[in-house]
């Protein structure tokens, strides 16, 4: 982190980290309400360990962070999301559809925002780790690009479970 990468490399690293750190939890958040709304109980206790996955993966971020950076500089990185224009209308749309089905819950909502967490999960997330895996290719932060892996898989598959159940 201090002696191998350049400025651009740490900044571009504490991008990426604050854009998961946004993205898993509003799928935290939203996983639970839509899996409170859900009456099957299958579908209900799928949603909930999806979203008690999302809040592993930010568990695993803090602790990436917090291994090597400052208190301050870890902080100024999970705070950065709230404040960052371009995360924030990057995720808007999807923040949009996630906040008409809290406020009117629907089937037509919930698909909707089924919908837009299958995005966050494909595109956002997918985008997401785009910086780790070049840092990886780089031979630089190889741990966190290990544990990037693993999260990736979970996206994957929380993407495809939200598009089974709306098309059930």
Known sequence: WQSNMTDTQRELFKR???????????????DGHMADYIQNPAIKTLLFYIASQEGIHNESYTYICTSFMTKEEADAVFLR?????????ATQA???????????????TLAM???????????????GFVPFYYLNRSRLMQGTGTIINLINRDETQHGYTQMAIVRD
């Open 16 to 30: 990426g980290i604050s854009q998961l750190v946004l993205l898993d939890s509003i799928a935290t958040q939203a």
């Open 81 to 89: 999301p709230k404040t960052d224009p371009k995360v924030i209308g």
């Open 94 to 108: 999807i923040l949009d559809k996630f906040d008409e089905f809290r406020n009117n819950k629907t089937p037509k």
């Open 113 to 127: 925002a089924l919908v837009a967490m299958s995005a966050l999960e494909g595109i956002r997330f997918t985008n």
